[in-house]
């Protein structure tokens, strides 16, 4: 198994040292997916953490191995050779990685079904930017809403391309994320996933006609149920338009509530 392709390793020390003092981890479980050459890792264990490092690349395990053999030996630096989206996790308390641009979505939304306190993660500039359009706006997706149902986003630092090897094409932002449980009761968390990414995977489709195109997703029945259910005025709208309240109506109503 080979490291992704777009793993940039981020060189730039200001940057480094920023990062991992956005969040106090002095004695707490630290979790790092793609350590790469351990510049981060060395942050993190320097300020107190006891960190569990995700690497895919088994030639990085390997160095990582040899340059934290004292922090391994001690019990402070866990490495985990393996990919991050299905590895098996030992429990943690924070999340700080430098996530490949390639597996952001996948790997996020894994950690907020895991669960953590804090995360401080980069990703590229524009992926961000969609993690928090607002909606109705035209940013606004399926990963818009799932991150903002069960968590809030905050920018913290923008980083050019200089500041990696290789450099990549594009920025980067290190943001925030902490979670918190949905602002609108949600009957069915598995249905909920569910409509949103039916709903966002026909966005150009009213909600009525993208619900019936779900029907390898949902039983019919449950499909006419809700749509007999809910307002006209939600039916004829898109799903780029609705707020997190009305994805939760709709589920809700699929789910027999």
Same mark, same amino acid.
Request: neutral net charge.
């Given at each position: 198994?080979?490291?992704?392709?777009? +793993?940039?390793?981020?060189?730039?020390?200001?940057? *480094?040292?920023?990062?991992?003092? $956005?969040?106090? !981890?002095?004695?707490? =479980? %630290?979790?790092?997916?793609?350590?790469?050459?351990?510049?981060?890792?060395?942050?993190?264990?320097?300020?107190?953490?006891?960190?569990?490092?995700?690497?895919?690349?088994?030639?990085?395990?390997?160095? /990582?191995?040899?340059?934290?053999?004292?922090?391994?030996?001690?019990?402070?630096?866990?490495?985990?050779?393996?990919?991050?989206?299905? *590895?098996?996790?030992?429990?943690?308390?924070?999340?700080?990685?430098?996530?490949?641009?390639? %597996?952001? &979505?996948?790997?996020?939304?894994?950690?907020?079904?895991?669960?953590?306190?804090?995360?401080?993660?980069?990703?590229?500039?524009?992926?961000? +930017?969609?993690?928090?359009?607002?909606?109705?706006?035209?940013?606004?997706?399926?990963?818009? *809403?799932? %991150?903002?149902?069960?968590? #809030?986003?905050?920018?913290? @630092?923008? @980083? &050019?391309? #200089? #500041?990696?090897?290789?450099?990549?094409?594009? =920025?980067?932002? !290190?943001?925030?994320?902490?979670?918190?449980?949905?602002?609108?009761?949600?009957?069915?968390?598995?249905?909920?996933?569910?409509?949103?990414?039916?709903? $966002?995977?026909?966005?150009?489709?009213? %909600?009525?006609?993208? /619900? =019936? &195109?779900?029907?390898?997703?949902?039983?019919?029945?449950?499909?006419?149920?809700?749509?007999?259910? /809910?307002?006209?005025?939600?039916?004829?709208? =898109?799903?780029?338009?609705?707020?997190?309240?009305?994805?939760?109506?709709?589920?809700?109503?699929? &789910?027999?509530?």
């Amino acid at each position: 198994m080979s490291a992704p392709k777009d +793993q940039h390793f981020l060189v730039n020390k200001r940057a *480094v040292e920023k990062i991992a003092g $956005f969040v106090d !981890v002095s004695g707490r =479980r %630290v979790l790092e997916i793609g350590p790469g050459e351990g510049i981060l890792t060395r942050a993190l264990l320097d300020r107190g953490a006891s960190v569990i490092a995700v690497e895919v690349d088994p030639a990085l395990v390997e160095e /990582l191995e040899v340059t934290f053999a004292g922090e391994i030996e001690e019990g402070r630096l866990e490495i985990i050779r393996g990919d991050a989206k299905k *590895v098996d996790i030992p429990p943690f308390d924070i999340v700080v990685a430098n996530l490949p641009y390639s %597996v952001s &979505s996948k790997i996020t939304f894994r950690l907020l079904e895991i669960g953590f306190e804090v995360a401080i993660l980069m990703y590229q500039k524009e992926f961000a +930017q969609r993690m928090i359009a607002p909606p109705g706006t035209p940013n606004v997706g399926r990963l818009s *809403v799932m %991150v903002q149902t069960y968590a #809030s986003v905050k920018p913290l @630092l923008d @980083l &050019s391309p #200089s #500041s990696f090897r290789p450099k990549p094409q594009v =920025r980067s932002w !290190v943001v925030r994320i902490t979670p918190h449980e949905p602002p609108y009761p949600i009957a069915d968390r598995e249905v909920y996933a569910d409509v949103v990414r039916v709903l $966002f995977s026909h966005r150009r489709k009213t %909600v009525r006609k993208g /619900l =019936r &195109s779900g029907k390898d997703t949902f039983p019919p029945q449950a499909i006419e149920r809700a749509i007999a259910d /809910l307002p006209d005025d939600l039916l004829q709208r =898109r799903p780029e338009d609705l707020a997190l309240e009305e994805f939760a109506t709709i589920a809700n109503k699929m &789910s027999g509530g």
